[in-house]
């Protein structure tokens, strides 16, 4: 398996741009999370998805932050416009259902916004 | 109060030797706990679950301690390999919903 994918590793941008960040989940894990971490803050749950429907996005700064899982197999972070402390590594997990919360990372987005 | 605490460190060790870490939780109602792995600029590993009666993994110990709402992770042995950053996971009562601590930085000395 080839693990939790996420693109692009790397995304530079100025302030403004819209940012789209994606992630593949592990086949057949049917609960996706997208997590931001930041030296300040650490690990922080933005939203995630059990069978592609969104459970708990109370996570999600504000409104220029939308996420999607239109299929099993892919979502979407979107965030528009870009801001200078959106700059962060965004990590994407993917977990079973009933196999706890043993959680696959990808390797994340590393963020930065100018 | 946090949901999740660690100290930060860096805890700073020489090779062999054993160190400790505490977590603390502020959520009584949380039924499951776990540590993770994260080596510098990469992604959180599942270092292994912390079960009720305690468990162990080669040189690596869990326990959880309810009355006081703490989990703790033992490593014998260090290794160099074992520098990293050890972050504690608590349930939050959601469905499949984790808390991340910050982490504790761990540092192995030749």
């Known amino acids: 398996d080839a693990g939790v994918i996420q693109s692009p590793r790397h995304e530079v941008t100025e302030m403004g741009q819209e940012v789209t960040l994606r992630c593949k989940p592990i086949?057949?894990?049917?609960?996706l999370f997208w997590y931001r971490q930041t030296m300040m803050r650490g690990l922080e749950l933005l939203i995630y998805?059990?069978?592609?429907?969104?459970?708990?996005d109370s996570g999600m700064p504000e409104d220029r932050f939308s996420a999607k899982m239109p299929n099993a197999s892919f979502s979407t972070l979107k965030i528009q416009p870009s801001e200078p402390r959106d700059s962060a590594v965004y990590f994407c997990?993917?977990?079973?259902?009933?196999?706890?919360?043993?959680?696959?990372f990808g390797s994340g987005t590393r963020l930065t916004v100018v | 109060r946090k949901e999740v605490e660690q100290d930060p460190g860096p805890f700073n060790v020489p090779e062999g030797a054993t160190v400790a870490f505490n977590c603390t939780y502020s959520?009584?109602?949380?039924?499951?706990f776990f540590w993770y792995r994260q080596d510098c600029r990469k992604e959180p590993k599942l270092l292994m679950s912390?079960?009720?009666s305690g468990n162990e993994d080669g040189r690596f110990t869990a326990q959880l301690n309810r009355a006081s709402q703490y989990i703790s992770l033992l490593i014998r042995d260090s290794k160099l390999s074992d520098s990293a950053t050890y972050l504690c996971?608590?349930?939050?009562?959601?469905?499949?919903?984790?808390?991340f601590g910050t982490g504790t930085k761990l540092q192995v000395i030749p």
């Open positions: 086949s057949g894990h049917n609960s």
């Open positions: 996971v608590v349930d939050s009562g959601g469905y499949q919903k984790v808390t």
């Open positions: 997990a993917s977990s079973l259902e009933g196999e706890g919360y043993g959680y696959t």
């Open positions: 998805f059990n069978n592609n429907v969104p459970i708990d």
């Open positions: 912390v079960y009720s």
């Open positions: 959520n009584s109602a949380s039924q499951s």
